[in-house]
Every structure is written in structure tokens, then in C-alpha cells.
């Protein structure tokens, strides 16, 4: 076996949707923020707590984003992941996305929900949207390399990152193979960087086992 772990981001990656888009309804102001901070043209701390203040996601849209993930796998994305788990490689999900949605993904995908790595939000007694866990690493820069590095102190093996942003690339120094995603929005400074690039998720496997 070659490599030992996967670390696959979320949005754009597994599914073909940006979560936190979703939860905006359409906001164009919202979209506009996601896209300069997945190109690396804003840093992520920067839009983070901005967007989700412009947006205040309560308990129930959380689950409604919950099901839209679970509507909107990339093609392949379940297959994928199913063959590098029977051919031993360990997946983690290391996304900026918040973590009460990506979970019932997780599972879908049996993947260990201490395998993924995300935001909690919280949320008052009737369900409103407090704040979010301001501790993550996943909601500055460099947090995904930090969180990547974390995992792999505690155990040996060769590690793979795939996915779509500049906010994927930066763990870029955390791994030994960086592969770049362009199955859903290709993002000029993640291909012209990525150790490998595809278009089609299956193709992971043959870089991986």
C-alpha cells in the first residue's frame, strides 16, 4: 500500500456544492466572498465570521444543508472513497465547512466522525444562530496545513491531500502528494500548483493505491 491517508476537503471536492453558499440562499455578497477567499484573494479570516454574521444560519437550515450534501456527491465520490478504504488508506474530511452538516456526509461515506475535521456552530435554546468555534484552525489561514500535521504527528505513513481551493493547496507542505480537483470549479492557482490535477474524483485511485 502506498499511501496511508487521505484527506479529502468537502465542498467542490466531494460534493458539488459550496455549503456556506447554500446556507447565503443566493446571496450574491456571500458568493462574492466565497470565491475571493477559494482563490486565495482574500484571506479566510477575513470573510469567515463575515459571512456567517450575514447570514446567521439557525439549527433547522444546518439540517436542511445536511441533505442538500447528501443530494450533491461529485460523481464517483462514494465509490472513491470506498476503495481506498478497502484498500487500507485512512479518509479524513478537513473542511471550513460547519461540522453539523458535513457529518450525516460522514456517514454516509463511512467515515469515522472523528475523522472529520470542521466548524461547529452553535445555537441558542430555540435553534438561532449564536457563533461558531472560534478556536479552529479551519477558519484562518494555514489552518487545513495545521490541522494535517496534527494528525499525522500521532501516527507514520504517506499522506495525500485532494481538493479544489487555495485553502487545500496550503496543506499542501503537509503531505506527500497534493492532488488538485477541478471536477466542479477549476481554480487556476491550485492547478498550475497541485503535484497531480483531475477532473474526474475516481482518478484519485490510481495516484493512491
Given at each position: 500500500m502506498t499511501y496511508r491517508f487521505a484527506?479529502?476537503?468537502?465542498?467542490?471536492t466531494l460534493v458539488t456544492i459550496e455549503g456556506i453558499d447554500v446556507l447565503a440562499g443566493g446571496d450574491p455578497e456571500v458568493a462574492r466572498l466565497t470565491c475571493a477567499s477559494m482563490n486565495g484573494e482574500i484571506p479566510l479570516d477575513q470573510v469567515y465570521a463575515r459571512r456567517?454574521?450575514?447570514i446567521r444560519p439557525g439549527r433547522e437550515q444546518v439540517e436542511q444543508l445536511a441533505f442538500t450534501y447528501l443530494r450533491s456527491l461529485v460523481d464517483g465520490a462514494k465509490a472513491t472513497i470506498a476503495a481506498l478504504q478497502k484498500g487500507g488508506v485512512v479518509v479524513h474530511l478537513v473542511t471550513a465547512g460547519v461540522q453539523q452538516a458535513v457529518l450525516p456526509?460522514?456517514?454516509?461515506?463511512?467515515i469515522p466522525r472523528r475523522n472529520v475535521h470542521a466548524v461547529a456552530l452553535m445555537f441558542d435554546a430555540v435553534g438561532g444562530y449564536e457563533d461558531f468555534d472560534r478556536r479552529s484552525f479551519l477558519t484562518r489561514p494555514?489552518?487545513?496545513?495545521?490541522?494535517?500535521r496534527d494528525i499525522r504527528a500521532r501516527s507514520h505513513g504517506k499522506a495525500a491531500f485532494v481538493g479544489d481551493?487555495?485553502?487545500?493547496?496550503?496543506?499542501?507542505?503537509?503531505v506527500d502528494l497534493f492532488i488538485g480537483f477541478g471536477g466542479v470549479v477549476v481554480?487556476?492557482?491550485?492547478?498550475?500548483?497541485?503535484?497531480v490535477y483531475?477532473?474526474?474524483?475516481?482518478d484519485v485511485l490510481s495516484h493512491l493505491l
Amino acid at each position: 500500500m502506498t499511501y496511508r491517508f487521505a484527506f479529502f476537503d468537502v465542498d467542490s471536492t466531494l460534493v458539488t456544492i459550496e455549503g456556506i453558499d447554500v446556507l447565503a440562499g443566493g446571496d450574491p455578497e456571500v458568493a462574492r466572498l466565497t470565491c475571493a477567499s477559494m482563490n486565495g484573494e482574500i484571506p479566510l479570516d477575513q470573510v469567515y465570521a463575515r459571512r456567517l454574521e450575514m447570514i446567521r444560519p439557525g439549527r433547522e437550515q444546518v439540517e436542511q444543508l445536511a441533505f442538500t450534501y447528501l443530494r450533491s456527491l461529485v460523481d464517483g465520490a462514494k465509490a472513491t472513497i470506498a476503495a481506498l478504504q478497502k484498500g487500507g488508506v485512512v479518509v479524513h474530511l478537513v473542511t471550513a465547512g460547519v461540522q453539523q452538516a458535513v457529518l450525516p456526509l460522514a456517514d454516509e461515506l463511512n467515515i469515522p466522525r472523528r475523522n472529520v475535521h470542521a466548524v461547529a456552530l452553535m445555537f441558542d435554546a430555540v435553534g438561532g444562530y449564536e457563533d461558531f468555534d472560534r478556536r479552529s484552525f479551519l477558519t484562518r489561514p494555514g489552518g487545513k496545513e495545521l490541522v494535517v500535521r496534527d494528525i499525522r504527528a500521532r501516527s507514520h505513513g504517506k499522506a495525500a491531500f485532494v481538493g479544489d481551493g487555495v485553502s487545500d493547496l496550503e496543506a499542501k507542505p503537509a503531505v506527500d502528494l497534493f492532488i488538485g480537483f477541478g471536477g466542479v470549479v477549476v481554480r487556476p492557482r491550485v492547478k498550475e500548483n497541485a503535484d497531480v490535477y483531475i477532473t474526474s474524483l475516481p482518478d484519485v485511485l490510481s495516484h493512491l493505491l
